[in-house]
């Protein structure tokens, strides 16, 4: 007999060994691309949230911008009102003291 003969029971029990083992890796990967695909839209879910993030985000800085502006235009005004009042006293004390 042929020292590389392999009888043919061995060979059908290998070849049913093997056949399991692929069915179990088949079925790890089909498993594997189910999870695949539930990231691939977990990111893209996270990317649409994240752009809708990034503009509130932006509106947020640009209405605290403006409040952060308002006092420095309200104390301009209260500024500019006591100028006028200055100015607006002295011509009229001017104006009094030359008619």
Sequence with gaps: ????????????????????????VD???KIGEGKIDTVEKAVVLLTEMSKHTQEAVSDHDKRIESLEHRPIVIWDKVIF???SAVVSGGVA???????
């Design 1 to 24: 007999m042929d020292p590389n003969y392999v009888s043919e029971p061995l060979c059908k029990e290998r070849q049913k060994t093997t056949d399991e083992h692929f069915k179990r």
């Design 27 to 29: 079925e790890r990967l």
């Design 81 to 83: 009102g006591i100028i």
């Design 93 to 99: 004390i001017l104006f009094n003291i030359f008619s």
